[in-house]
């Protein structure tokens, strides 16, 4: 039985020292390490960092659907007083889906292609709502018309692949509002999508958060993306957040060299004519055998003999804003030209 105390804060979801790990051929993942995070009612918190960083297994960690060879789940996931980790499986089952669901990266993986989407939209109503076949079908129609599907009774008649990836990323996003969720997270949902499309995606998404309320665990690895949906963004590599501020703070006051070198690495329309893109040197770390010390020491341009040797705590650098890294506030200062 996992220790449970109580909720410390009053945010809609609150994430205390979460560690995950797998068993591999390989040897033991540790794919989270130590993450707190909390998201509020309306707001949207941006998980970024490159693949492998430890984002979707938060994520799946929140929703309580950890792959089969998970080894370690410790730490504390609290939604409206309730520490998840410590649920059993029938209780969990009552959360995921309805309280907090779920947009996943690909939508024609994620419908079932035999069933057309109207009757998969209200069979996941009537997972969590005791109604017949008729209402459930009506509000699917009502929830694809919402999300702004065009003819949106017809189209529920449709099988995945009649859809367009937009059309079917937004019935994904109908049917992951089927129950009226406190919480959406949407991993990379704008991935598979070109750019105009993403573009109506993310306004989607905007939308929703403005006028349900919806609190949005955002997970992607495009800063562009970030800068246009979030509220605050926690910068997560080799399993660890190593930065998190406000979106404004963290574009435009960094403080960490991973999220420097994610900057330097992305195309931006405000940046100086002769600035260069630039990408981050070396690769992540296997995650089986992580670097001692910083994660990040052997590619980072500005490592030091403590790098080595031990890993930084997150510190507050600013209000609201915290960061791990030795750097002194001088040698930020010095080194982020960016
Ligand atoms: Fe670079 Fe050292 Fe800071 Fe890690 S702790 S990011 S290696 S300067």
Known sequence: ????????????????????SFGTTQGLVRAVNDVSLTLNRGEVLVLIGESGSGKSVTALTVLG???SNTRQVAGEVWFQGQNLLSLSPTAMRHIRGNRIAMVPQDPMIAFDPVYPIGVQIAEAIRAHQ??????????????????????????ASHFPHQLSGGMAQRALIAMA?????????????TTALDVTVQAQIL???????????????????DMGVAAQIADRVAVMYAGRIVEQADVDTLFYRPQHPYTWGLLQSTLRLDAPADVEIQAIA?????????????????????????????YPTLEVVAPNHIAACHLSVQERKEFNRG
Not at 1 to 20: S, W
Not at 148 to 153: D, T
Not at 203 to 221: C, D, R, S
């Open 1 to 20: 039985m996992r220790k449970t105390t109580t909720p410390k804060t009053d945010a809609l979801l609150d994430v205390r020292g979460l560690r995950v």
């Open 65 to 67: 659907a950890m792959p």
């Open 130 to 155: 005791p109604l017949s076949r008729r209402e459930a079908h009506k509000r699917a129609v009502a929830l694809l018309d919402q999300v702004g599907l065009p003819n949106a009774a017809r189209r």
């Open 177 to 189: 509002l089927a129950c009226g969720p406190d919480i959406l997270i949407a991993d990379e949902p």
């Open 203 to 221: 306004e989607l998404l905007m939308h929703l958060k403005e006028t349900m309320g919806l609190a949005v665990l955002f997970i992607t690895h």
């Open 282 to 310: 070396g690769m992540p770390p296997n995650p089986v055998s992580l670097p001692p010390g910083c994660t990040f020491h052997p590619r980072c341009p500005f490592v030091k003999k403590i790098c080595h040797e031990a």
